[in-house]
């Protein structure tokens, strides 16, 4: 996931010496962040920090789940890191 909060800024990917402005073309181009998303990911509140994520996120369940050995069984807060679903949240914390 791909964001900030500084309204005046804009995204840009460089990939074998070429510059792109959008996430789509990037994504094309570099064969990679198939899964990437442009988007803001509503955190309870970055400036707390509150690092979970609010209903409602474009984060919940969109998570690429890599496995047990990858990401570990539970989230930072020691909660299981995937639903019965097998679904995964992007971030340190699983709703």
Known sequence: MFYTSDAGASAYWLWNNTTYT???S???ASKSETS???ADPLL?????PELRLS???PAINTG???GLAS???YDYA???RTTSSGLIDRGAYQN
């Open 22 to 24: 959008d996430l789509s």
């Open 26 to 28: 990037f994504q094309q």
């Open 78 to 80: 020691g909660s299981p």
């Open 71 to 73: 990401q570990g069984a």
């Open 55 to 57: 209903a409602g996120s």
């Open 36 to 38: 990437g998303l442009l």
């Open 44 to 48: 309870r509140s970055a400036t707390t």
């Open 64 to 66: 690429v789940n890599l």
